[in-house]
């Protein structure tokens, strides 16, 4: 079985196609086909990206990460910032279908490496 990292998919496929990839295949084991065109969840895929799977792994079975880490990471993100922009927690938890108590814990977590050192004085 061939284990790529999200790096190194999105270099082969891009960052648009990789995205669709984790979607439907996150967490799966794939056999790739040696020719395009890929069939199952990969014909969701453009043409380019399905070829260059086939080119680079055709013939084994790609496992496809998950990438939740980064999902997660990109959703506080979002969260941090419309907090940061006046938005209430309350109208944060509803639209992330989250409680209130969930989006003050994501708030309360050291995110800069500055923050985690402190201060002196």
Same mark, same amino acid.
């Given at each position: 079985?061939a284990?790529?990292?999200?790096?190194?998919?999105?270099?082969l496929?891009g960052r648009?196609?990789l #995205?669709?990839?984790?979607s439907t295949c996150?967490?799966?084991?794939?056999?790739?086909?040696k020719r395009p065109?890929l069939?199952?969840?990969l014909m969701?895929?453009?043409?380019?990206?399905?070829?260059?799977?086939?080119w680079?792994y055709g013939?084994t079975?790609?496992?496809v990460p998950?990438?939740?880490g980064?999902?997660?990471?990109a959703?506080d993100?979002?969260i941090?910032?419309?907090?940061?922009?006046?938005? #209430?927690?309350q109208?944060i938890?509803r639209r992330?279908?989250m409680t209130?108590?969930?989006v003050?814990?994501?708030?309360?977590?050291?995110?800069a490496?500055?923050a985690?050192?402190g201060?002196l004085?």
């Amino acid at each position: 079985m061939a284990l790529a990292d999200t790096a190194e998919l999105e270099r082969l496929i891009g960052r648009e196609a990789l #995205s669709t990839l984790v979607s439907t295949c996150g967490g799966l084991a794939i056999p790739i086909p040696k020719r395009p065109p890929l069939r199952g969840p990969l014909m969701d895929l453009p043409e380019r990206a399905q070829q260059a799977l086939a080119w680079r792994y055709g013939g084994t079975t790609l496992y496809v990460p998950k990438c939740d880490g980064a999902a997660r990471a990109a959703r506080d993100a979002a969260i941090r910032a419309a907090y940061d922009a006046g938005e #209430s927690v309350q109208s944060i938890a509803r639209r992330w279908r989250m409680t209130e108590r969930w989006v003050y814990e994501i708030l309360g977590r050291v995110d800069a490496p500055e923050a985690a050192q402190g201060t002196l004085f």
